[in-house]
């Protein structure tokens, strides 16, 4: 089993600043790497697939990057809507493992 | 528009059996790689179980397998997991996710039903 490592576990951010979330792999995923947001009481929604491609109708202040076992998900600024859990998600193997998540919260 | 409606959980004592529905419109369901994830309270999510299109095809997590089944009627645009032997650490909000054209994620999820396993 891939084991998918995020930090940190919570990230507190002002409205408007940057914020970075990082996940790692347990042994190199490539770049089967996907990032989802989920709200509270809602199911989870893509964000980035292939590491750093953008799923339809997905704002351009969200990036993805990184191969392998490093992996990076941005979000250039912060707006009100995006305060939330974020998953990291390996496809690179049969059994597809998450993250543990990233929650960021309101400075 | 695409939808994915789940049915079926609610309270089950341990050793039950429970069976989930997800209903799917808005999209040519056949074609499609289906999946269940689940979600412990407070907790992050976990893969289940796929199914090709055509229910020729079956993955499974061990925590569930021999347990589980997933099985889908094209026909009826629904996509089924039967679940047997319940335990308590089975209780959670279990979605059904598509799978995406392009890549192996999941593009489009239900709402989620939740299944809890206790005396």
């Known amino acids: 089993e891939i084991v998918m490592t995020q930090s940190p576990a919570t990230l507190s951010v002002s409205p408007g600043e940057r914020a970075t979330l990082s996940c790692r792999a347990s042994?190199?995923?490539?770049?089967?790497l996907a990032w989802y947001q989920q709200k509270p009481g809602q199911a989870p929604t893509l964000l980035i697939y292939?590491?750093?491609t953008r799923a339809t109708g997905i704002p351009a202040r969200f990036s993805g990057s990184g191969s392998g076992t490093e992996f990076t998900l941005t979000i250039s600024s912060l707006q009100s809507e995006d305060f939330a859990v974020y998953y990291c998600?390996?496809?690179?193997?049969?059994?597809?493992?998450f993250g543990q998540g990233t929650k960021v919260e309101i400075k | 528009e695409m939808q994915l409606v789940e049915s079926g959980g609610g309270l089950v004592q341990p050793g039950g059996s429970l069976r989930l529905s997800c209903a799917a419109s808005?999209?040519?369901?056949?074609?499609?790689?289906m999946h269940w994830v689940r979600q412990a309270p407070g907790e992050g999510l976990v893969w289940v179980s796929r199914?090709?299109?055509?229910?020729?095809?079956?993955n499974y997590a061990d925590s569930v397998k021999g347990r589980f089944t997933i099985s889908r009627d094209n026909a009826k645009n629904t996509l089924y997991l039967q679940m047997n032997s319940l335990r308590a650490e089975d209780t959670a909000v279990y979605y059904c996710?598509?799978?995406?054209?392009?890549?192996?994620?999941?593009?489009?999820w239900g709402q989620g039903t939740l299944v809890t396993v206790s005396s």
């Open positions: 996710a598509k799978r995406a054209d392009a890549a192996g994620v999941l593009d489009f």
């Open positions: 808005g999209f040519t369901f056949s074609s499609y790689w």
């Open positions: 199914l090709n299109g055509d229910g020729s095809s079956t």
């Open positions: 042994q190199s995923v490539r770049s089967n």
């Open positions: 292939d590491a750093s």
């Open positions: 998600q390996q496809c690179n193997d049969w059994f597809w493992t």
